[in-house]
C-alpha cells in the first residue's frame, strides 16, 4: 500500500472515531443519559462520518487497488487533495460552530477540490479489460 493510501485510509479511521463519538453522545444526550454540550455535534457527526470517513477511505482504496505506472505517493496532487479535504471538514465544522464570515464556502470549495484533484488522478487508472480475439 502506497504511503498517500495509508494517509487517506488512517485518517478516515480517525474520522470515523471522532464521528461516530459525537453521533454516541449526541444520542445518549438526547436520551438524557449525557449532558449536552455547548455546541453542535451534528456537524461534527455529519462530516466526519460522510466526508471524513466514507469519502477519505474511498479514496484511499481507490488509489491502492488502482494500478499506477509511477509512485503515486510522489503525486503532490494528492497530498494537496488530502490536504483539501481534511481542511475543508475542519472549515466547515468550524463554520457552524462560529461567525467566521465565507468559512461554509471556502470549506466546501476546499473538500470539491479535493475530490476534482483525486478525480484528475484516478480517471486516467481507469481502463475496461483488453479485448480478446472472437471465436
Known amino acids: 500500500m502506497s504511503t498517500i493510501s495509508i494517509w487517506f485510509v488512517r485518517t478516515a479511521l ?5 464521528g ?3 453521533g454516541a453522545w449526541r444520542l445518549a444526550a438526547t436520551g ?3 449532558p449536552t454540550v455547548p455546541f453542535a455535534l451534528r456537524p ?3 462530516e466526519g462520518m460522510l466526508l471524513g470517513w466514507v469519502c477519505q477511505l474511498a479514496f484511499g482504496v481507490a488509489l491502492w487497488i488502482l494500478p499506477f505506472a ?3 505517493s510522489s503525486d503532490r496532487r494528492l497530498w494537496t487533495a ?3 479535504l481534511n ?3 475542519l472549515g466547515v465544522v468550524g463554520a457552524q460552530w462560529g461567525t467566521v464570515p465565507g468559512l461554509w464556502v471556502a470549506g466546501r470549495g476546499a ?3 479535493a475530490g476534482l484533484l483525486v478525480l484528475w488522478v484516478l480517471w486516467p487508472r481507469v481502463r475496461g479489460l483488453p479485448q480478446r480475439g472472437s471465436h
Open 20 to 22: 461516530a463519538s459525537a
Open 87 to 89: 481542511g475543508g471538514i
Open 32 to 34: 438524557g443519559t449525557l
Open 70 to 72: 509511477n509512485q503515486v
Open 82 to 84: 488530502w490536504a483539501l
Open 111 to 113: 473538500e470539491f477540490g
Open 44 to 46: 461534527l457527526h455529519v
Open 14 to 18: 480517525v474520522h470515523f472515531a471522532i
